[in-house]
């Protein structure tokens, strides 16, 4: 379906870009016409957004399959795994990087999800954050464990919170950083599926995203 939908953007997309250059290039010299090609171009964009608003409900529902196997892990083995996996590499790029002191606990979780999510929200501080610093702090609040990754040099609104997590979306700090908009969205299909939770806070130009864990 996907395949399909993409092959019929084509089609419109070929006609929008033909009527713009017509207009550009002043071929048009009635007024009528070029009422109509405006017009044209205008019909072929709504048929384009109602292609990708199939595409990206498509996504969000089947595109990728999330399993999770529920169990138990030590806080610390998934935390060792994290700065293992980044600690050499921040430190070589100038970043500090700091895990702050915790108490060790059990978590309920799916011990390779979780440690997925976490990738996830250090992957985007390197991509999304000034290099500067880039830190994990912990906190316990009604039977949880709260886990937070949070990077300096945010440029994010904060008005665009509540859409972070959706599927391909991008904020308005990600027009020279490549990605797809999925990895927010896969941590939260993921703790949901844990019984868990994620959100993210800026404050002081800092971007903060926490995994709520319930500690069994």
């Given at each position: 379906m996907l395949l399909?939908?993409?092959?019929?953007?084509?089609?419109?997309?070929?006609?929008?870009?033909?009527?713009?250059?017509?207009?550009?290039?002043?071929l048009y010299k009635d007024e009528g016409k070029r009422r109509a090609a405006v017009l044209s171009i205008h019909?072929?964009?709504?048929?384009?957004?109602?292609?990708?608003?199939?595409?990206?409900?498509?996504a969000g529902e089947d595109f990728m399959s999330f399993e999770v196997t529920q169990g138990e892990a030590f806080l610390s083995v998934i935390i060792t795994k994290i700065e293992a996996r980044y600690a050499s590499?921040?430190?070589?790029?100038?970043t500090e990087f700091v895990i702050q002191k915790y108490d060790?606990?059990?978590?309920?979780?799916?011990?390779?999800?979780?440690?997925?999510?976490?990738?996830?929200?250090?992957?985007?501080?390197?991509?999304?954050?000034?290099?500067?610093?880039?830190?994990?702090?912990?906190?316990?609040?009604?039977?949880?464990?709260?886990?937070?990754?949070?990077?300096?040099?945010?440029?994010?609104?904060?008005?665009?919170?509540?859409?972070?997590?959706?599927?391909f979306h991008r904020g308005n700090n990600a027009d020279r950083v490549q990605g797809n908009g999925l990895g927010l969205f896969i941590c939260k299909r993921l703790m949901g599926l844990m019984n868990g939770e994620?959100?993210?806070?800026?404050?002081?130009?800092?971007?903060?995203?926490?995994?709520?864990?319930?500690?069994p």
């Open positions: 399909s939908l993409s092959h019929d953007i084509k089609t419109p997309l070929s006609a929008i870009k033909l009527n713009a250059m017509a207009l550009a290039r002043g019909t072929r964009a709504d048929e384009i957004e109602r292609f990708v608003s199939e595409i990206t409900k498509a590499q921040l430190a070589m790029s100038g060790d606990c059990i978590l309920s979780c799916d011990p390779d999800r979780l440690a997925e999510c976490l990738q996830n929200l250090m992957e985007n501080a390197i991509k999304y954050g000034d290099g500067r610093r880039i830190e994990i702090s912990f906190d316990k609040m009604d039977g949880c464990e709260l886990i937070t990754v949070s990077n300096t040099g945010c440029t994010l609104e904060t008005k665009e919170l509540p859409q972070i997590f959706e599927s994620v959100y993210a806070d800026i404050r002081d130009e800092c971007f903060y995203i926490t995994l709520v864990v319930k500690i």
